[in-house]
């Protein structure tokens, strides 16, 4: 069992930045990812990074954000640059792939909202 504790969302202008933080239990040897629900939407993943310092970004993350991870502090970080208002979503943070353990994992997630 792993648990997540996501960190760092609110309320920004389109343009702006913010820096999302997770607080893992143990993220060791694993590929840990973002993901975000918008309203009304399915759960899509943003960026995941591998143990060994692997990244992926969908294509509408492609550079605007970074994922990056302190593997002593067990933390991923997401920064957010040129936010724009179809990012408004809660964000989660989760192993990658989700199946089959992580459906145990989700955490509350944090809110981003971007105003436009």
């Known amino acids: 069992q792993v648990q997540f504790v996501e960190s760092g969302g609110g309320l920004v202008q389109a343009g702006g930045s913010l820096r999302l933080s997770c607080s893992a239990s143990?993220?060791?040897?694993?590929?840990i990812g973002w993901y975000r629900q918008a309203p009304g939407k399915s759960r899509e993943l943003v960026a995941s990074?591998?143990?060994?310092?692997?990244?992926m970004y969908s294509e509408s993350a492609l550079g605007r954000f970074t994922i990056s991870r302190d593997n002593a502090k067990n933390t991923i970080y997401l920064q957010m640059n040129s936010l724009k208002a179809e990012d408004t979503a809660v964000y989660y943070c989760?192993?990658?792939?989700?199946?089959?353990?992580?459906?145990?994992?989700w955490g509350q997630g944090t809110q981003v909202t971007v105003s436009s």
């Open positions: 989760n192993i990658d792939p989700i199946s089959p353990l992580g459906d145990d994992y």
């Open positions: 143990e993220i060791t040897f694993k590929t």
């Open positions: 990074i591998s143990s060994g310092g692997s990244i």
